[in-house]
């Protein structure tokens, strides 16, 4: 069975006829949607005595929504889309509006006086907007309001919502809505309660609408057919004088106005437009925000990446252009974007129809005041202001973290009693402790190791080997990371002090073998406060009480000047500083071997060291006919890398070092080799060719077996050659365990 087709809806001959008449049909749509909202958004920000400016602000939203919906939807990079006066920016304009008045009130002013303060006061908060958006997106500075902690942005949204509500309920009763319970019953009076009802049963049909139809189309078909029913009621079954007060006073003809010709004025007072330079700013503020989440959200909807730079230079051009038409501040607007696109809308033009819907009622002068009652006006705007205040605190990430909702709520309460300026510094200055005190609690101490558990990559002889071993818990290092800031540079000072205390306590009647040592390496942080320093300093004289040697590796050139200055590093001290974390370790076995008076290697130990490997067979005199005898001053070289690996060197005396050169042509030092120890093992026995360098430091004793003489020990002297065999074995295992136990404690 062919599908239903209703003849009205049939697609047209050819593609763009068709995009068109969507376009349209969408465009009308969302269009009595936008003009919708500019009339209970005019209606929240001209109540009470501002009552009489209603036409001139629906003028001045409507000319914003014209100016900024063309402009944004022919230039978005996220088609189709609309703009407008967004929520969050006119319960903020509400607050501009009622200080400007209050103002001049106080100074006798006129109401025409006060209106005409308002409106420009509205536009100046436009013009800035614009600036703010263009300057984030032509400076590129986009990214950083994506950085803005969500705290800040959860409370401002939180306060816009919660004002909005409250000012839907000051539309339907005329009244003020404060904190003093004075105003709760002059507000919720009995008088106002059928008002109150039918505003209420508005909001709840939206919401039970939400679960039949999409949620974008819930508010349209409430708003429409309570505003038919109402009218139906109120102007067939009720007489004149019972339905007159469910309305707003008449608009008249909607007339555009020229800001420009407004600030020519004499009766303009821009000092109270100065003082109010806190709303203003929150104006701009909030836009901004409400723009990023925006444009964030419709990415996620639409599964488009979009430029936000470009995002808000067309958007602040916009608003720039509506300024200076006198129209106020809007943005890209989420929810008439996936209105219109669920409405049909194909291509920009959508958004060009819905402002040539709302221009036909700006322009045509219809009476919108009369048909629309003021308890829908209400209800709608304390809705939205429900529904922006549990998204902010309850549907967002804040609700995953208490701090987070406490803060956004605090913020909110301020914001609400306290003005958005002092909301705003409270906001910064929690975030910013917030983030303090979490990031303190991770620590900068990455890692702590002992030199029993994590050696430098120096290979000694025997003798000293084993006095690290055994002295070696007298060396700790510290592998340090992040920022260290005043809320952690106190928690390294105490961590590495309760070490130094520790291993200084007595353990059943004798002391354990005190810190020697302590390795402080920066390789992996980025900066430090002068707490860190002031703290650093702290450690260094709690080490030169307790005799312990501080030793810092990894300081960057600026890091390094700051401890210079706070004199550290100065001719007599014994702290030292290292460019890496192996010098500095290399550094403190050299101390401590010093300390133990360590045998140095000679030929002498070189023969004891052989006649332990070997044992029985350890006759030198035997094997030294295999071996021939070399010897090497500083920086001649014993392998080449990429070399043939035809012979094994066994180290009498002196040290090699290991290196590398990467592929911009630095040496790099892989591992420093002190006597009675053998290298070129591994290519030797893989026969691969040489993997590095092997560079002298120091004069050295070498003596080096051949392939060809390896061949001749293995024929004439198996013995002897098995011996060898095991020498290397052994070796081999100690470096394999030693590294296994490295491995193991840097898991850890």
Known sequence: MSPLRIPILKRPDGPQAASLGRDVLAGGIAGVVQIAYCISFSALIFQGSLAAGFPLGLASLLMGTIVTGVIVSLTTSLVPSDAGPDTPAVAVMSVLATTIAATLASQGASQETIIINVLLALVVSTFFTGLLLFGLGAFRAGQFLRFVPYPVI????????????????????????????????????????????????????????????????????????????????????????????????????????????????????????????????????????????????????????????????????????ASVFGGVAGN????????????????????????????????????????????????????????????????????????????????????????????????????CLMFALSYSRIGVIRRHLTRQEFAGNVERAPDQARILREEGGRIHIFWLSGFIFFGSSNGLFERVRRTIDGQAALIDGEAEMPVGFVVLDFGSVSGFDTSAVLSLIKLRNYCDETGVTLVFSGLDDTMRGNLARAG????????????????????????????????????????????????????????????????FQPGDVLFRQGEPSDSVDMIAEGCVAVTVTDEMGRTIRLRRMVGQTVVGEMGFYRDLPRTADVVAEQPTLVFRLSRESFEKMREKDPAAAAAFHQLIVRLLADRLDFANREISALLL
């Open 332 to 431: 890209l607007s989420l929810n008439g974007s996936i209105l219109i696109n669920e409405a049909g809308a194909v291509s920009r033009l959508s958004g060009v129809f819905v402002a040539l819907t709302c221009g036909l009622v700006l322009f045509v002068g219809l009476d919108v005041g009369m048909f629309v009652p003021k308890a829908v006006l209400g209800g709608m705007l304390a809705y939205l202001g429900v529904v922006i205040l549990v998204e902010a605190l309850f549907h967002a990430p804040a609700k995953r973290s208490y701090a987070d909702f406490a803060l956004a709520l605090a913020i909110t309460i301020v914001i609400c009693y306290f003005g958005y300026l002092l909301g705003v510094v409270l906001g910064v200055i929690g975030a």
């Open 154 to 321: 959860g409370g401002f949204l939180a306060a816009s919502g919660w004002l909005l509500m409250t000012g839907g309920i000051e539309v339907i009763t005329g009244t003020s809505l404060t904190i003093q319970p004075s105003s709760w019953f002059e507000t919720f009076s009995a008088e106002n309660a059928a008002q109150l009802g039918v505003a209420g049963l508005f909001a709840l049909t939206i919401v039970f609408l939400r679960r039949w139809v999409h949620s974008f189309l819930a508010l349209p078909i409430a708003f429409v057919t309570f505003m038919i029913v109402m009218d139906f009621i109120l102007f067939v079954l009720l007489d004149t004088s019972h339905s007159s007060g469910w309305f707003l006073a008449s608009v008249g003809e909607l007339t555009p106005w020229s800001p420009i010709k407004a600030a020519m004025r004499t009766d303009i007072d821009w000092t109270a437009m100065l003082t109010s330079s806190a709303e203003i700013g929150a104006v701009c503020g909030v836009t901004a925000i409400s723009m990023l989440l925006d444009v964030s959200s419709l990415e996620v909807a639409r599964q488009k990446t979009a430029n936000l730079d470009r995002e808000l230079r067309v958007n602040g051009l916009a608003n720039l252009l």
């Open 568 to 631: 550290f590093f100065e001719d007599g001290h014994r702290h030292r500083s290292f460019r890496s974390r192996n010098e500095a370790i290399e550094w403190c076995e050299e101390e401590l071997l010093r300390e133990h008076a360590a045998p140095t290697v000679s030929h002498e130990t070189f023969e004891s060291w052989i006649k332990a490997e070997f044992g029985e067979l350890a006759d030198l005199g035997r094997i030294e006919p295999y071996l021939d005898r070399c010897e």
